[in-house]
């Protein structure tokens, strides 16, 4: 049974930061590429950032580059996403990918 599981996420005021996290189990997930997206009310999930099984190639939505940072722990099967510069209109909830594996999701509320 493989399980994605997202922590970090809660309100945070404009300009503030959060990491998120994201556990894999049930397989070993070193060979692909993780990813994270994310789905505001009333609108369609997202494409956020991504990362390489090697971790050597990062991917980023242009809304985020240069706030948001995707990183991997391959020997903990974690990925996690640190978020810088928080604005309102980040204000989602969160999903971790692998494969086609999807996490639950954690809320990320930013305030003005």
């Known amino acids: 049974q493989v399980q994605l599981v997202e922590s970090g996420g809660g309100l945070v005021q404009a300009g503030g930061s959060l990491r998120l996290s994201c556990a894999a189990s049930?397989?070993?997930?070193?060979?692909?590429?993780m990813g994270w997206f994310r789905q505001a009310p009333g609108k369609e999930r997202e494409f956020v950032a991504a990362?390489?099984?090697?971790?050597?190639?990062?991917y980023y939505a242009d809304s985020v580059k240069g706030r948001f940072t995707i990183s991997k722990d391959n020997a903990k099967n974690m990925v996690y996403l640190q978020m810088n510069s928080l604005k309102p209109e980040d204000t989602a909830v969160y999903y971790c990918?692998?494969?086609?594996?999807w996490g639950q999701g954690t809320q990320v509320t930013v305030s003005s």
């Open positions: 990918r692998v494969s086609a594996y």
């Open positions: 049930g397989r070993t997930f070193i060979p692909y590429t």
């Open positions: 990362i390489s099984s090697s971790a050597s190639s990062t």
